[in-house]
């Protein structure tokens, strides 16, 4: 008979969206070997779709901010005032500050390549921070 998960040790839920494999591949590697539950999207309405179908929590949102059709902050939007409680991490190869524009109050950002180690200690304290929605 098989044992019923521990409750306090499942970690959050993440959806990950980002339109390149080999990063997705990466971060959903760590990320699950962080113990997170990851739901994958290759871009904005994939996740949304995702999302939609997906019955329980979504805690935290990881996306890119430049994708093909929707882009990250439009992915965020279209989620939080469906997902309460929902925070969001933005990634971007771009390091100048016009990355950031359109990032949306209460979000954090992540500029690629980072390491595993930047993107656990991201997760982390935006898990622990306020929501967006």
């Not at 939007?77 to 409680?85: D, M």
């Not at 990355?99 to 982390?124: C, D, I, W, Y």
């Amino acid at each position: 008979m098989a044992q019923e998960p521990d409750k306090k040790d499942q970690k959050e839920t993440i959806l990950l969206v980002d339109d390149e494999q080999s990063v997705r591949t990466i971060v959903l590697k760590i990320l699950r070997r962080a113990k997170y539950n990851v739901l994958e999207a290759e871009n904005g309405e994939a996740a949304l779709q995702i999302a939609a179908n997906h019955p329980g929590k979504i805690d935290l949102v990881i996306t890119d901010m430049y994708m093909p059709g929707l882009r990250g902050p439009e992915v965020v939007e279209r989620l939080a005032p469906t997902r309460p409680g929902l925070r969001a991490l933005f990634m971007s190869g771009y390091a100048d500050q016009d990355a950031r524009t359109g990032v949306p109050l209460g979000a954090n950002f992540l500029n690629k390549p980072f390491s595993g180690q930047e993107l656990a200690s991201a997760v982390e304290a935006v898990l622990k921070g306020p929501p967006i929605s």
